[in-house]
T-cell receptor
């Protein structure tokens, strides 16, 4: 049973560039949530996708956008990167929109220079 | 504003000793409370999840308690091992409406178990 997978593992970009992060949910899950975790902080909710639509969004600017595909996998796109976007980006999958258990992926470490 | 406060911020204990981590929350309407273990640079892994009606839940050497009246939870680790060194994150879920929920994360307690 495959768990949540994310790619790439690490990524280095420069200010102003754009980045795309990818996530495949745990087998059987249809909901994907994205989080940003700065060093020493708890994860901050970015948005959640279900049925290929953004269902909820946290307090993040429009530079952060996403997409969910028919196979439930998801992408997180960040435009016009800032130094402050450097963080661990976590993807979590769950079943449906109820407050059930979320399973997290290993994360993508993004460094913006 | 929904908030989750964890204490202590960091903790160092000797291998084999017990410890207790604290979580206080102001989240409404409460749905459930979760404890996660996060190794450095990795994704969080679920330890326990408790609903309003549950007072305690165990997962091996980890025991979580919940007092919904005082809005406090604790995570007790028994007979600590070196592999317990990690950050422990308290997450509280609110269900503001049907088909939606909001998770509020604490900043975590960084536990170091030393030989």
């Amino acid at each position: 049973d495959a768990g949540v997978t994310q790619s790439p593992t690490h990524l280095i970009k420069t200010r102003g560039q754009q980045v795309t992060l990818r996530c495949s949910p745990k087998s059987g899950h249809d909901t994907v949530s994205w989080y940003q975790q700065a060093l020493g902080q708890g994860p901050q909710f970015i948005f959640q996708y279900y049925e290929e639509e953004e269902r909820q969004r946290g307090n993040f600017p429009d530079r952060f956008s996403g997409h969910q595909f028919p196979n439930y996998s998801s992408e997180l796109n960040v435009n016009a990167l800032l130094l402050g976007d450097s963080a661990l980006y976590l993807c979590a999958s769950s079943l449906g929109l109820d407050a059930g258990e979320q399973f997290f992926g290993p994360g993508t470490r993004l460094t913006v220079l | 504003k929904n908030q989750v406060e964890q204490s202590p911020q960091s903790l160092i204990i000797l291998e084999g000793k017990n410890c207790t981590l604290q979580c206080n929350y102001t989240v409404s309407p409460f749905s459930n409370l979760r404890w996660y273990k996060q190794d450095t640079g990795r994704g969080p892994v679920s330890l326990t999840i408790m609903t309003f009606s549950e007072n305690t839940k165990s997962n091996g050497r980890y025991t979580a308690t919940l007092d919904a009246d005082t809005k406090q939870s604790s995570l007790h680790i028994t007979a600590s091992q070196l592999s317990d060194s990690a950050s422990y994150i308290c997450v509280v879920s609110a269900s503001p409406g049907a088909g939606s929920y909001q998770l509020t994360f604490g900043k975590g307690t960084k536990l170091s178990v030393i030989p």
